[in-house]
């Protein structure tokens, strides 16, 4: 997902609610989200359908990265040698 730019991409309620199919359009094709105000506080964030599944997949893989480290520091991890000859032991059979 790209950055917003301030100038373009903040829109009041009233402004998304009188072109809402031109916001989506934009959207789409510039990647970044829009965000929308009311009373001139952030209320709601509008994202392309494909940048929302990308950002979630990359949460998802700092979370896992995240967990690794976590049993790592805990002494859950394996060496690295250990895990090629469990995985080559696999193979071979």
């Known amino acids: 997902m790209r950055r917003s730019k301030?100038?373009?991409?903040?829109?009041?309620?009233?402004e998304?609610?009188?072109?809402?199919?031109?916001?989506?359009?934009?959207?789409h094709v510039t990647k970044r989200p829009l965000?929308?105000?009311?009373?001139?506080?952030?209320?709601a964030v509008l994202l392309d359908a494909d940048e929302f599944e990308l950002m979630q997949?990359?949460?998802?893989?700092?979370?896992?990265?995240?967990?690794?480290?976590?049993?790592?520091e805990n002494g859950q991890g394996i060496k690295h040698g250990e895990a090629k000859a469990a995985v080559l032991g696999r193979i071979k059979k």
């Open 35 to 43: 965000i929308i105000t009311q009373h001139g506080k952030g209320v």
């Open 57 to 72: 997949d990359k949460i998802e893989l700092l979370q896992d990265i995240q967990t690794s480290i976590g049993q790592i």
């Open 16 to 27: 998304f609610r009188t072109g809402i199919s031109s916001f989506i359009k934009k959207i």
């Open 6 to 14: 301030i100038n373009e991409d903040i829109r009041p309620m009233s």
